[in-house]
């Protein structure tokens, strides 16, 4: 029984491991929406969860912020001047994120027609 619980822990550390990685190098890539963004990085940190891995909602805040492309640069610091990142919670980060996406495309779509 011992043998079994030991290879056990040995998996579970090495999909820690790997999920760890994954939070880590996470990143948002090109053209990628906030939402589909967001639903990758969710199933990572649930993964981790089931796994009994947990970073504090400040943590996930703050690393979503680092991962999104320099574009996102500009709205980044306005959040973090705006907001306390101790207290800002996931959800209000992807609402917030979300709206600036929206008005990102709606002024593109201007653009587009007035060409």
């Known amino acids: 029984v011992e ?7 040995q998996v579970k550390e090495a999909k820690i491991s790997i999920l760890e990685h994954d939070y880590e190098m996470f990143t948002m890539h090109e053209n990628e929406d906030i939402k589909t963004m967001f639903t990758r990085f969710t199933n990572i940190i649930n993964a981790l969860q089931a796994l009994d891995k ?4 400040s943590e996930m805040v703050r690393k979503i912020l680092r991962c999104l492309p320099r574009v996102w640069m500009p709205e980044v610091a306005v959040i973090e001047e705006a907001k306390d990142l101790n207290t800002l919670l996931l959800e209000n980060l992807l609402w917030s994120l979300m709206t600036h996406e929206l008005s990102i495309m709606k002024k593109m779509s201007m653009k587009r027609r007035r060409k």
Do not use: H, Q
């Open 3 to 9: 043998v079994t619980n030991e290879g056990t822990n």
């Open 54 to 57: 947990v970073y504090t909602n």
